[in-house]
């Protein structure tokens, strides 16, 4: 149980280091994110070879993104195309204000993780105000819970090994999975076991009638890119 403890803790951990890569990649220009600062303490300067890493990775999920986003209805007639967003082991990323400032949110967009990081993300929803001002001031925001409810956006707590706590999620956050909808697991899954990812995928392929899952992990560790991933985590691991 104690190891079981201590894995989950260093998962966290990389939410900091991935938040603190894209900071240092933003800085460097590679990359337009106005809120990545807000969830950084300590900000550091990546290699060269980092911010490229990063960069690469934010581009493949925007472009994949933004293709899902901008389908347009078949014919005048049509109403407006109702479109989801899931974030698995979403931590801190920014990508729902991003999309905001972009008028390019969809009609949902729900974030999970473990609830030591999403106490942490309603926490500073709460305090910050250009967050707080894009999930709507009357959100209802529990840092207690680690959850944020508003109309197009929700935070919650969940831990994506307990597949049954990710269909109380559906019902919780009104996810209609007859809708589109978009699920990201952006290096999540390689933390867990075989068994609970093959439980998260087929989840997903029973629970959502049309749906894009988009997974992005780490797959060559002997490259220099690899290499210099290893060195940054094994700080935290």
Request: negative net charge; contains cysteine.
């Amino acid at each position: 149980m104690e190891d079981s403890h201590s894995n989950t803790a260093a998962v966290q951990a990389t939410n900091d280091d991935a938040s603190a890569s894209k900071l240092s990649c933003v800085k460097k220009g590679y990359m337009k994110d106005d809120y990545i600062h807000l969830f950084v303490r300590r900000p550091v300067r990546r290699s060269p070879i980092i911010n490229r890493g990063y960069f690469a990775r934010w581009a493949a999920i925007r472009k994949l993104l933004y293709q899902f986003l901008d389908v347009e209805k078949k014919s005048d007639e049509d109403p407006p195309i109702k479109k989801q967003i899931l974030s698995l082991g979403a931590g801190f990323d920014t990508t729902y204000f991003q999309l905001q400032d972009e008028g390019k949110a969809p009609y949902l967009y729900v974030e999970v993780d473990f609830k030591e990081v999403t106490s942490k993300k309603a926490a500073l929803i709460e305090t910050c105000s250009p967050l707080r001002n894009k999930v709507d001031e009357t959100a209802a925001i529990s840092r207690e819970k680690g959850e944020v409810f508003s109309a197009h956006y929700k935070l919650l707590p969940a831990d994506l090994r307990d597949v049954q706590q990710l269909s109380a999620i559906i019902t919780h956050a009104g996810l209609d999975p007859s809708l589109p909808t978009f699920i990201i697991a952006e290096c999540v899954l390689i933390y867990l076991d075989p068994d609970s990812t093959r439980a998260i995928v087929g989840w997903a392929s029973q629970t959502f009638s049309t749906a894009i899952f988009f997974l992005y992990e780490q797959i060559h560790p002997d490259d220099a890119f690899g290499q210099q991933m290893i060195r940054n985590l094994e700080v935290w691991m």
